[in-house]
């Protein structure tokens, strides 16, 4: 059975960082591309990072990708993305998710298995 959760949100100030986690369970980890996605209250699931089984990332724009970082530890079975710069934009709910065709694609209905979530919240 495939479990994904999320850790390391919280509240935090504009500028501030968090780092979140994900572990994975149930499926062989290292064959699988994983993202991260948010989504805000009233908006849709928002694509924020990916990274492949080997280590290839992506991201939706040059300024998530300035502030954001996705890593992956294929030992640990977790994926991690570090969140720098923080701004009250940022604020969302942010889930993990797992792509067993490794493609990382950008939306949200291409991914089979999600995490609980972990809610960020900045505050200004």
């Known amino acids: 059975q495939v479990q994904l959760v999320e850790s390391g949100g919280g509240l935090v100030q504009a500028g501030g960082s968090l780092r979140l986690s994900c572990a994975a369970s149930g499926f062989t980890f290292s064959a699988y591309a994983m993202a991260w996605f948010r989504q805000a209250p009233g908006k849709e699931r928002e694509f924020v990072a990916a990274?492949?089984?080997?280590?290839?990332?992506?991201y939706p724009t040059d300024s998530m990708k300035g502030r954001f970082t996705i890593s992956r530890d294929n030992a640990k079975n977790t994926v991690y993305l570090q969140m720098n710069s923080l701004k009250p934009e940022d604020s969302a709910s942010y889930y993990c998710a797992g792509d067993p065709s490794g493609r990382m694609p950008t939306s949200s209905g291409l991914y089979e298995s999600w995490g609980q979530g972990t809610q960020v919240t900045v505050s200004s």
């Open positions: 990274i492949s089984w080997s280590g290839v990332t992506k």
